[in-house]
């Protein structure tokens, strides 16, 4: 690179302009290129509330910040260096974000009067000529003209022209960043492969907007930011839905049982299913019900069946399957109940980020209802939560609860990823033959896990009657004494306080064993807290940080890892949950840290609160 | 899937009988239909191990406890819905599901259509009694309107459903009625239901002695059962009466009941249980008896339609996607397209 570039560590950048200026297609472009590159890196696409609100509006604002870095990166920053802004209602929505002194790229045709109205500028104000970004380093393109000169005698339409202008700003960045425009290229070829005047068209945009920074004196100076010092490995970049679904097609795989996905469209849960869709010569089987209790329903009768049985939700669709969770404990056979939490009550805030399900998975059914409850903390880590939850659903013949977010579903980080033999064997050991003559099959008759036989239909001789109504002890058969009942729902609580047998010990993430604070977090606030405590630990202070993964039940050593520190702080994007289940469990007085704004935490925020406290 | 022919170990209706003790009430229908389908279960050339009974909730509900297959009690009006989850993924499954009025049309309504509209190969038992028995008579979807019940003193203000209008209009592949007074014509259904690839839909009028007793006399008691019903053979008039001296005639679109000493048997509509026009014509015969010049109510299997099932369909994008790409790789698909390596 020439001389004048400048050697950073990290940058944080973030798009923005109109849902249908393709920013989500720009920013996992410069995601994957920059993933390639080797920089450790973490995404956050903000998705507008509606589908496809008016064009230039506030409420159209799409975006999508990424963070990338030589040294290691838990979250996609707190604030950015870069915002992209391809019109004046992005630039109106996302100033807040950016750093004092930060760089603004502007699109100058998405600042004319009718956008500057629609983002509810003041008659007559543009901000871009009228002196009050002079703080900011504002860097003002006419996007729009240069696609269209560039693509002048392509034969292509006004629209389609307008259509690449994404890859303009794409091929500027790249520029600025000094990387390579083959990853993107390869992705237009494939995307448009049945329309080359298309593909040759963005790429035209494309390496145009590259080489605009090398011709033009726009621009002061080039950024480099070299390849992160992180473990040594194979690496992909991963979004958190994506890693899900594989999680469970690897748990498939491991167990030597077919996956099936019963499931009902919603939001931000749908990329699952999507996802799963693909994947039929996995012997992946994918049933878009009519509804979400059905949805929850064909899987209960999957796994009647034998199958690897999941169902896929958020939270209003949670809340129906509700009853039907309820009889898959009674039933006691292997169920994985996927939750990507986002911002509720009721339809909420389908679009934003939330963890405001912990207590609905934990308590949320009918009568004393148990089951394990298992977090993801980033989008990599969906992968192995969700594999260790189906390993838990079969090996112990329960339903559990998978808890994920709109943040890890959407977000994307660099992912080292196993080999398949790296993973371990699940034994579904399914009963393929009656019990010996004379003796009687008991299909509640349970092993060392506490765990009832998994027998399905077609073996001989293990014909029985399962069912919601309360159970006879080994018999099954329906039973309403007063003894049994109480004998019962005990049993039911201890095969799931069972599982914390089979798991390992709660470890710090960070951090001294001993000290005055220790940082507790669960899902994915795991990023901004490592972030948050990294920092408080350089600068001093005693601080540590634990992440549960495992929330029902608790490793057992976690009350002793809570005792070691004066304080436990635990922050959650709710409004105080997992603070009242370690309270109510442990009788220590954790304090909760809440935030309820749709968004995640800032590590800034964090630090401010560890620091009233270490 | 099974390719290899199977082998069957037959089994006695005794067979069937599980060791629980029936707790319907004294006089209840479904004692009847329990006895039936014990008896042409047997018949049926499988295997008890691949049968599987399903119910949801309600009095009919109790009925896979008493058949010695695999079986499960579920929850109220989800018995469709699980029964599509299993069927799709274990096809070669004998799927029966057993439901009353109140689980299938009221709280199960929305699975009820869908599984019709899927074609699922599954044979379902619709248990109507027109009541709700289990939570001890409240009026049900299928009522009659001033129904007067527990939780309707003053009589019910809903209009019933007529249940197999429902199920024509969900587009059911195997339509069906019966009653639990007639053993001989419910066994010669469910034969035919078991028979059937697809959705087999089998309305059967159960009386409920307890809570809406009679509901169905009229149909079943001997002295007004002929003159009342007309059961519907294919290929066979529609001749109905206790001397079989009435019939019908359509008349353009206009079904119409005739005197056999006016009409020739020869020009009497002829029953095609092929023919979806005129099976939602005898559906649509619901005449509440007491009605001058009422229809009498049509029994038999109304309409039967060849149709891909769901499963069959699920079942080959599985098998075509492994003949196009193979058998899925686990490596490959961790991996990805685009990956780098860090030393």
């Known amino acids: 690179m020439e001389n004048n570039t400048l050697l950073a560590t990290e940058a944080t950048i973030l798009f923005a302009g109109d849902s249908g200026d393709g920013i989500q297609l720009t920013g996992d472009q410069f995601t994957n290129t920059t993933a390639l590159y080797g920089n450790d890196l973490s995404t956050f696409p903000n998705f507008p509330a509606e589908i496809r609100a008016p064009q230039g509006t506030l409420a159209g604002v799409s975006g999508f910040q990424i963070k990338f870095g030589s040294t290691e990166v838990f979250t996609p920053g707190d604030r950015c260096d870069m915002l992209v802004v391809m019109n004046a209602a992005a630039l109106k929505a996302n100033l807040k974000q950016l750093k004092p002194g930060g760089i603004i790229i502007a699109n100058t045709e998405g600042f004319d009067a009718k956008n500057l109205r629609l983002a509810r500028y003041a008659e007559g104000v543009n901000p871009l000529e009228d002196g009050s970004l002079e703080t900011y380093k504002l860097f003002k393109i006419d996007v729009t003209r240069l696609t269209k000169a560039t693509l002048e005698g392509s034969g292509l339409g006004t629209k389609e022209i307008d259509r690449t202008k994404n890859m303009f700003v794409l091929g500027f960045i790249y520029w600025i960043y000094n990387r390579s425009l083959d990853t993107t290229i390869r992705f237009i070829e494939q995307k448009f492969a049945k329309r080359p005047e298309i593909v040759e068209a963005n790429i035209k945009t494309l390496k145009a907007g590259y080489n605009y920074g090398d011709t033009s004196e726009t621009f002061m100076q080039r950024v480099e930011i070299r390849p992160a010092q992180i473990a040594p490995g194979r690496y992909r970049n991963i979004n958190g839905n994506p890693a899900t679904a594989m999680g469970l097609i690897a748990a498939a795989k491991k167990s030597g049982l077919n996956l099936f996905l019963g499931s009902y469209p919603i939001t931000p849960a749908s990329d699952i299913l999507h996802e799963l869709s693909k994947y039929k010569h996995f012997g992946v089987g994918t049933f878009q019900a009519e509804d979400e209790i059905a949805a929850i329903c064909a899987a209960i009768g999957a796994s009647f069946g034998g199958s690897l049985a999941v169902t896929t939700s958020s939270g209003p669709g949670i809340a129906l399957k509700t009853e039907a969770i309820g009889l898959a404990i009674m039933l006691e056979l292997p169920l994985v109940i996927v939750n990507v939490q986002r911002g509720g009550p009721s339809t909420g805030l389908p679009t934003k980020t939330e963890q405001a399900d912990l207590l609905q998975a934990v308590y949320g059914r009918n009568g004393e209802a148990p089951l394990p409850v298992i977090a993801a903390k980033s989008p990599a880590d969906c992968f192995f939560a969700a594999f260790e939850a189906c390993r838990i659903a079969i090996e112990h013949r329960t339903p559990v609860f998978f808890l994920s977010d709109g943040y890890l579903a959407n977000g994307a980080e660099p992912w080292r990823f196993p080999s398949a033999a790296d993973l371990p064997e699940i034994k579904p050991n399914i009963l393929n033959s009656a019990p010996a003559e004379g003796e009687k099959f008991l299909p509640y008759r349970r092993d060392e896990k506490l765990a009832r036989p998994w027998a399905v239909p077609g073996v001989k001789g293990l014909e029985h009657r399962i069912g919601g109504l309360e159970k006879e002890h080994e018999t099954g058969n329906i039973s309403y004494d007063p003894e049994n009942h109480e004998f019962m729902v005990k049993l039911r609580a201890e095969r799931v306080e069972k599982v914390a047998d089979y798991i390992g010990p709660q470890t710090l993430d960070q951090g001294p064993e001993k000290g005055k604070l220790l940082v507790l977090g669960w899902g994915s606030t795991y990023g901004a807290i490592k972030t948050a405590v990294k920092t408080a630990l350089d600068e001093g202070y005693s601080v540590a940080h634990a992440h549960v993964r495992y929330i029902h039940p608790f490793p057992k050593n976690l009350e002793s890892v809570l005792r070691n520190y004066d304080h436990v702080l635990i922050p959650e994007m709710n409004n105080g949950q997992l603070v009242r289940i370690i309270r109510d469990r442990f009788l220590i007085p954790a304090e909760g840290f809440s935030k309820i704004k749709g968004i995640p935490f800032t590590a800034e925020e964090l630090l401010t609160k560890i620091k009233t406290l270490a | ?343």
């Open chain 2, 1 to 343: 899937m099974e390719t290899a022919e199977k082998t069957v170990t037959p089994f006695t209706s005794k067979e069937l009988v599980t060791d629980q003790e029936v707790r319907w009430c004294p006089g209840c229908g479904d004692y009847s239909i329990l006895k039936q389908v014990q008896t042409v279960v047997p018949e049926l050339g499988l295997n008890r191990e691949e049968i599987v009974f399903i119910s949801g909730i309600g009095c009919s509900s109790r009925f896979p406890y008493y058949m010695e297959t695999y079986g499960m009690h579920s929850i109220h009006g989800r018995a469709t819905a699980i029964a599509s989850g299993l069927k799709a993924t274990r096809p070669e499954l004998s799927v029966w599901i057993v439901t009353g009025d109140g689980d299938s049309l009221s709280i199960g309504g929305n699975h009820f259509i869908h599984l019709l509209r899927r074609n699922f190969d599954v044979n379902v038992l619709l248990f109507n009694n027109e009541i709700y028995g289990l939570t001890k008579g409240q009026y049900s979807p299928t009522s009659e309107k001033g129904k007067i019940t527990k939780s309707t003193p003053m009589g019910s203000v809903d209009h019933p459903f007529n249940p197999l209008a429902v199920v024509m209009g969900a587009d059911g592949t195997f339509v069906a009625r019966a009653m639990d007074r007639d053993p001989i014509q419910l066994r010669t259904v469910l034969k035919r239901a078991h028979q059937h690839k697809g959705t087999s839909l089998v309305e059967i009028y159960q009386n409920c002695n307890v809570f809406n007793d009679g509901a169905f006399e009229v149909f079943t008691e001997k002295s007004t059962k002929a003159d009342e019903t007309l059961f519907a053979e294919h290929g066979q008039p529609l001749i109905f009466g206790a001397a079989k001296d009435k019939g019908l005639i359509l008349d353009g679109f206009q079904p119409k009941v005739v005197s056999l000493s006016e009409v020739s048997a020869n020009d009497l509509w002829i029953h095609d249980e092929r023919d979806r026009t005129k099976a939602n014509m005898l559906v649509r015969m619901f005449d509440d008896p007491s009605r001058e010049g009422h229809f009498p109510r049509p029994f038999g299997i109304f309409y039967v339609e060849d149709r891909f099932t769901y499963e069959e369909a699920y079942q080959q994008q599985l098998k075509e996607a492994r003949d196009r790409k193979g058998e899925g790789d686990l490596d490959a698909l961790l991996s990805g397209n685009n990956t780098w390596v860090v030393e």
